[in-house]
């Protein structure tokens, strides 16, 4: 093969397709209109699916930023690779995809957030935010460098992917990595998207009120909205611009409009309804929701000047595009927000993908697809074969539309969680999931089990576990589940479910 790629060189590279791999942060699916939301308009995101395929089971196999990050590059569930907590140092030294691309001929290179607490390897070029990064004049580092640059973080990031773009090695196809920091708590706006939804009235999701009867796990988490969520540091409602280290970064006009915005509109807004009790909860969850979809905002725009980036310099017809978040994440649903649980906002995330003259515009995947598939799909439209201690699976046959390829893919999937107690104190848990079903061992502080009917109940509101006359689909889950944790060697729930 190489030796047919130095014959070849500059003709196989027309031949391959480039790839750019879109990845933000904790932005939902709920968030995007090409996934029918009540609460967002996503016209450049959108485009993504209509020019190309929207995947409507899109899942994560540990839903949490760093984790996810670490499946992708390794296409391996977190047992495997190494890293299951955030906050810790991914293991680079092991096989990842965009090694084995640039072995085979590929310019690979990650631009953005990485949070993985190391330098990237296996790129020809990097250039990463600093740790979970900041919204506004982040560092970036790259191979000996340190460098804080001005502006707003989506803005920096797309401006250094068309800057590495413009001075890529054109004789040979390129994988690139764009790593977003948006849409991470805090949720800073940029300052020309501050009050974009002020006028919007938005709605509550139907399991906002939830009160977890019978189920405990959800019950004694710390990622509720009426709780959790903090006035000052999350809503800004009389932030501290004078000693905060989030604003210390800002220049005298970045720290002027938000002390504008935040202090004469948003804090005398609180100031003057002086709310309580749910009252107090739902304005927190109007607050959140602007915040939050102001950043959306600001990605959404950005990605549509990648899109555009690309038209004019002749490169779409040539250029797979795929916008994914690492995971899902609560938007008020069951009063929450953050993500970590197998339950279906956490565990579901966007993803979409624009392949020309491959996948057929404005088509739909509904099969459960994990994000460990991710790194062996790249490698096999890169046409390069994946090592075989890769948990994924290729599934580029449902990109091209293979009615037996579909028919034959997975029915059900594995799912682990481990971070415990901080942040957030939910459970570690592993399950499996189906269409029809989810069943979940919970562990740690407590064993118990939960089962959910999401047909019948798709918000995952009543635990059939204990109820009479499941006993047959619970042996049959569980014999399932068993198969899966044996199939992807997870040897600590092997143990903990064959006690």
Known sequence: MFLFYWACGPLWAQ?????????????????ISAYGSRLAVTPNIDRIAREGVLFTRAMVTNSICGPSRASLLTGKYSHKNGYTLNERRFNTDQPVFPSLMRDHGYQTAWIGKWHLGNLPRGFDYFRILNGQGEYYNP???GPGDTTRVSGYVTDIITQMTED?????????????????K???????PDIQDLGAF????????????????GRRAAADQDMTIARTMRLKEDLKVHADYEHSGIYNRFTPSQKKAFYDYY????????????DTGEALVRWKYQRYMKDYLSVARSLDRNIGKMLDFLDEKGLTRNTVVIYASDQGFYLGEHGWFDKRWI???????????????????GGKVSAITLNVDWAPTLLDIAGIEAPSDMQGVSFLPLLRGDASAASRWRKAMYYHYY??????????????RTEKWVLVRFYGPADFWELYDLVADPHEMKNLYGSGGYEGVIAGLKAELKGLIVQYDDREALEMITK
């Open 164 to 180: 590495w773009l413009n001075a890529r090695d054109t004789s040979r196809p390129f994988m690139l990595v764009v790593g977003e």
């Open 198 to 213: 002020d006028k919007t009235d938005l709605p509550l999701p139907e399991t906002f009120g939830d009160r977890y009867q």
């Open 139 to 141: 560092d970036i580092i």
């Open 419 to 432: 971070e415990y107690p901080q942040p957030h104190r939910v459970y570690p848990h592993f399950g499996i």
């Open 263 to 274: 202090e004469n509109v948003v804090s005398k807004e609180y100031d003057g309804r002086k």
């Open 343 to 361: 339950y279906e906002e956490s565990l579901r995330t966007p993803f979409l993908v624009r392949y020309p003259g491959v996948a057929a515009p």
């Open 15 to 31: 031949q391959r397709p480039n790839i750019i791999f879109i990845l933000s942060d904790d932005h939902a699916y709920q968030a």
């Open 182 to 188: 948006a849409t991470h708590r805090e949720w800073l």
